[in-house]
C-alpha cells in the first residue's frame, strides 16, 4: 500500500484559505487515483474532490464546488488540496486516499489512507 503523509490543516475564520499537502511515498505516485475526503464529528466520511489515475480532476461534492482545487505535483508526489472561502462546515478532518482506479477509491476499495490533518473554521 501507498503510505500518505498529510498536513496543513489549521484553525482558520470564515472566508479564510488553506492548503492542504498529501505525500505520497509511491514513486508510481501518477499510477493511482488520488483524492479527498472529510469527516465531521460524528459523521461519515465524505467524498470532496479526487483525480483519476489517468490524470482526470472528478466532478467536485457540490458542497465544495468553486472554492477547493485539487491538484497533482508528480514531481513531488504530493497531492493539494486548495480551499478558499472556507466556511465553518468545512470542519473536519480531511483524509488523503489512494486507490487503483477512481471507482475503487469511492467505494473504499482497497484504500491507501494517511492519518488526516484537522481543518476548523470558525465563524
Known amino acids: 500500500q501507498v503510505q500518505l503523509v498529510e498536513s496543513g490543516g489549521g484553525l482558520v475564520q470564515a472566508g479564510d484559505s488553506l492548503r492542504l499537502s498529501c505525500v505520497a511515498s509511491?514513486?508510481?505516485?501518477?499510477?493511482?487515483?488520488m483524492g479527498w475526503f472529510r469527516q465531521a464529528q460524528g459523521q461519515e466520511r465524505k467524498f470532496v474532490a479526487a483525480?483519476?489515475?489517468?490524470?482526470?480532476?472528478?466532478p467536485y461534492a457540490d458542497s465544495v464546488k468553486g472554492r477547493f482545487t485539487i491538484s497533482p505535483d508528480h514531481a513531488k508526489k504530493t497531492l493539494y488540496l486548495q480551499m478558499n472561502s472556507l466556511k465553518p462546515e468545512d470542519t473536519g478532518t480531511y483524509y488523503c486516499a489512494a486507490s487503483a482506479t477512481y471507482g475503487k477509491l469511492l467505494a473504499n476499495n482497497g484504500n491507501s489512507w494517511g492519518q488526516g490533518t484537522q481543518v476548523t473554521v470558525s465563524s
Open positions: 483525480v483519476s489515475s489517468d490524470g482526470v480532476i472528478v
Open positions: 509511491e514513486r508510481t505516485f501518477s499510477r493511482y487515483a
